[in-house]
């Protein structure tokens, strides 16, 4: 398809190794797809996982990056046979992603996929231009699209079909979560003031898919809700309620974290539940707007401003450039980032839909006060654990393992819609806000916060000893 309108020309020069800039040119794209197309939080980070798994083992075929396959190291992933002959990496993991991140937004809107298919054509020219002889190149195409036929076999027995379409019926009671999260409140907003509102269906309106940048892909246009389009968040059902049953890719199983129950439910004054929601009351009663700032900054709903998963995608995009990771390095932390946040979620959704617990808005309004608003819209979705919670907890401690523990750095991941770059000293000083940021939001009670970032952090563990490079 899109491999003809790259010319693999005749070259002697040695071409340098990629650089880090390859993965975050796809972290940021993935980003900006996930915000068009109003992924919900889970799905998204699916998504992510075989996007990164792609760039790595692309990068990984080359000898000369010094990469280990992630293959028999992920459950259910086995090796995948290489041509004779030298592969160039860039381009093998260029054609990898064309096509494992092109299955995975199917059926999403016409420049979504053009825009992946642009991506992979500049990545490929410049390797080429760089100096990869024609015979390499066409190897390591050929190579790409190989290993991507084979991870999307992988893919395809992960039990994600089987959940698509499946009916769920939520337990009804009292002291069951139930959800209040409603279209109007999901409204995509225009996330920059230059964004246009592109219709599907009025031809007069259109982008160049060569040429659109992420800003571009930030349009505020209709999502259908049918068979074959990329989902986006449904305010009005459950969100993923068997995400829980997916395979995980780092954990032996999804209950491999266990964290202490929540409360149980009770409304008598004193009781466990009735005091963790009183912190809630009380928090929110009392937020300075600094507060404020941190809950807003931190909301990273799907149908607005992306999802937390991708906020931290962007924070490694950030870093990469920062500390001048080479592609090996940056692809070796995305992948083991992405897939511990990956069954990070798989564990929290199993706990959600398990406990089931109430969300404060419900429980304070009919307990505390009938007029109780949240900062942030409440997601559609159980409260226990904090999802936020658990994936920063995962995602902190991979960073701060892999890159370094002191690192400082300006997240400018939500400067295009007006806050401005916030500053950290350490990538567990931004865990910390971000848990907090759900209290602020009036979204969670506190051992929710608490006990995700327990999860997060023996998840991130699993990925870290399951992905560390063999000892030689």
Known sequence: MALAAVTFAGCDRAAPPPDGALVAQW????????????VNPPLATRIAAYTAVALHEGLASDDALGLSPLAGRLNGLAPVAAPSGELDGGIVAAEAVRWVLGRMVAGGFPTTRRAVDSLADSQV??????????????????????????????????????????????????????????????????????????????????????????????????KAQAPGVLAALNPGKPTEPFWGQLRPFVLPHADACPIVPPPAYDERPGSPFWTMAKVVVDTTARLTEEQRRVALFWADNAAMTGTPAFHWMS???????????????????SATMSLAIAD?????????????????VTYVRRVFDPRFQTVVITPPFPEYPSGHSTQSGAAARVLTRLVGDSVAFADSTQRDIGYPPRAFRSFAHARDEVAISRLYGGLHYLPAIVEGVTMGECIA???????????R
């Open 461 to 471: 563990d699993f990925a870290l000893a399951r992905l560390a490079p063999p000892s």
């Open 125 to 222: 020219a410049a390797r080429v231009a760089a100096g990869v002889a024609s015979a390499r190149a066409e190897r390591s195409a050929a190579h790409g699209a190989a290993l991507a036929a084979h991870l999307l076999a992988w893919a395809d027995a992960d039990s994600f079909a089987a959940t698509r379409g499946r009916p769920y019926r939520l337990p009804t009671g009292r002291g069951t979560w139930e959800n209040t999260s409603t279209p109007d409140q999901h409204l995509p907003e225009p996330l920059s003031a230059a964004s246009d509102l592109v219709l599907e269906r009025n031809a007069g309106v259109a982008l160049d898919p060569q040429r659109a940048g992420t800003r571009e892909l930030f349009m505020s246009r209709p």
């Open 315 to 333: 924070v490694l995009a950030q870093v990469i450039g920062q500390r001048r990771l080479g592609a090996a390095e940056a692809a070796r932390v």
């Open 344 to 360: 990070a979620f798989i564990a929290t959704w199993r706990e959600k839909y398990r406990s089931l617990t109430v969300r404060p």
């Open 27 to 38: 972290l940021r794209l993935e980003l900006a797809i996930v915000r068009a197309e109003r």
